[in-house]
């Protein structure tokens, strides 16, 4: 247990379905980032909010929408999305401008 | 941000030492060192991070020499258990949360 929670583990859905990612941390932490890992390749930053606000959106497409209502919960939510975003999803927590990250277990996600 | 390399797999049979070394020939002054781990799909797990000369925990060692431009992380007596993903990190402190995760080193722990 790392103290960061990722519901649901495994996804499955439609290109036309709409369905959210949920990320909780426990660690009084005040960064969050989503990660994205496809099949044999390095995880890929997507997002970072620090204190709720995003600083960070690595050129993701807009059918990936991330959500920060507080420190501790992070969501993205899904829409139309393309048999390509099949991955492994990753959220991570840190300290402000810490350099360690504390990852959750992921959502592995399947779009048929 | 640094740009890190490490091998890309290792071999190891139950019992012995393993030491992975990374390159990271430009490093920043104010950067720190970090490995993870991963296993088939889960996230990374933090396991060991130095700034300089030899930092030591419950699961492993950082060596790091003094011009800093690489650093090996040992790993004592490997079970099959420590099969996984390993990665080197250089990251800045206090300022910078953009990791860059590389291909990693995958270790292949057998009987």
């Known amino acids: 247990e790392t103290g960061v929670t990722q519901t649901p583990r495994h996804l499955v859905m439609g290109m036309t379905n709409k369905k959210s990612l949920k990320c909780e941390q426990h660690?009084?932490?005040?960064?969050m980032y989503w990660y994205k890992q496809s099949a044999k390749k390095p995880l890929e930053l997507m997002f970072v909010?620090?204190?709720?606000?995003?600083?960070e959106n690595n050129s993701v497409p807009s059918r990936f929408s991330p959500e920060c209502p507080n420190s501790s919960h992070l969501f993205l939510h899904l829409h139309t999305l393309q048999p390509e975003d099949s991955a492994l999803y990753l959220c991570?927590?840190?300290?402000?401008?810490?350099?360690?990250?504390?990852f959750g277990p992921g959502t592995r996600l399947l779009v048929l | 941000l640094a740009k890190t390399t490490q091998p890309i797999s290792m071999d190891s049979y139950e019992g012995q030492e393993v030491n992975i070394t990374c390159s990271h020939n430009n490093i920043a002054t104010n950067d720190y060192i970090t490995w993870y781990q991963q296993f088939p799909s889960q996230g990374p797990r933090f396991i060991i991070q130095g700034y300089k000369t030899k930092v030591t925990n419950e699961v492993a060692s950082l060596f790091i020499p003094a011009d800093r431009k690489s650093s090996t992380l040992s790993l004592p007596r490997v079970s099959l258990s420590d099969t996984a993903v390993y990665y080197c990190?250089?990251?800045?402190?206090?300022?910078?949360?953009?990791?860059?995760f590389g291909t990693g080193t995958q270790l292949k722990v057998e009987l």
């Open positions: 660690l009084g932490h005040n960064a």
């Open positions: 909010y620090n204190f709720k606000e995003q600083t």
């Open positions: 991570a927590s840190s300290l402000l401008g810490g350099e360690t990250q504390y």
């Open positions: 990190l250089v990251a800045y402190a206090g300022g910078g949360n953009k990791l860059t």
